[in-house]
């Protein structure tokens, strides 16, 4: 099993451009996530899914959008990006029981907005 | 908001000393989770204790949880140079939709 997997691992935008970042898992979990992590502020959850076709926001959405059209797959993407929004984004999964459950992370994608 | 808080922020210790790190919380928790992070890369699960339980282990870790004190320490026993890395404590807090909520991390250097 190749658990969870981030594509890219890197990138540089200029401010304004968009890109989509692929989260893939293996394990046929329920939950999705995706967080960012900043130097600093420990990891922040920007977005979340709790099944196939649903999404919901977390304590930072605001300039990203996400889609689950596939239950392995959680797409975060940004429309315009900002130099804000430069930092290290993590997806994860977990089981049934959501949040209370352990999270299984990825390796993250390194993301520079100048 | 950030739950978790752990204590110290950075901790160098000697290869085979005790590791202990420590993380204290606002609010009541379902549950309370370690992980660790390697530099640059995805964080990963150490252990998860539930709030009716006070210890529990896993190989050289040993996770204590104090819910009247709110806190709860994780020890490394007979440290490595491979245990070099920044470990989180992440609450979930009781109620539904309640979230799992990281602190900031703490950043363990083993010398060899």
């Known amino acids: 099993n190749a658990g969870v997997t981030q594509t890219p691992k890197f990138r540089v935008l200029k401010t304004g451009q968009s890109m989509t970042l692929l989260c893939a898992q293996d394990m046929n979990h329920e939950y999705m996530y995706w967080y960012r992590q900043d130097p600093g502020m420990g990891l922040r959850l920007i977005h979340y899914?709790?099944?196939?076709?649903?999404?919901a926001k977390g304590e930072v959405p605001d300039g990203y959008n996400v889609s689950r059209l596939k239950k392995q797959n959680f797409l975060l993407g940004l429309e315009s990006a900002a130099p804000s929004q430069t930092s290290v984004y993590f997806c994860a999964s977990s089981y049934l029981q959501g949040f209370t459950d352990t999270q299984y992370f990825g390796p993250g994608t390194r993301l520079t907005v100048l | 908001s950030q739950q978790g808080e752990e204590d110290p922020q950075a901790l160098s210790i000697q290869e085979g000393e005790n590791a202990t790190m420590n993380c204290s919380y606002k609010t009541s928790i379902n549950n309370l989770q370690w992980y660790r992070q390697n530099s640059g890369r995805g964080l990963v699960h150490l252990i998860l204790i539930r709030s009716n339980e006070r210890e529990k282990h896993s190989g050289r870790l040993r996770v204590t949880l104090d819910t009247s004190k709110k806190s709860s320490s994780l020890l490394i026993t007979a440290s490595r140079a491979a245990d070099t890395a920044s470990y989180f404590c992440?609450?979930?807090?009781?109620?539904?939709?309640?979230?799992?909520?990281f602190g900031k991390g703490i950043t363990l250097s083993v010398r060899p």
């Open positions: 899914s709790v099944g196939e076709g649903t999404t």
């Open positions: 992440a609450t979930v807090e009781t109620g539904a939709n309640s979230k799992l909520t």
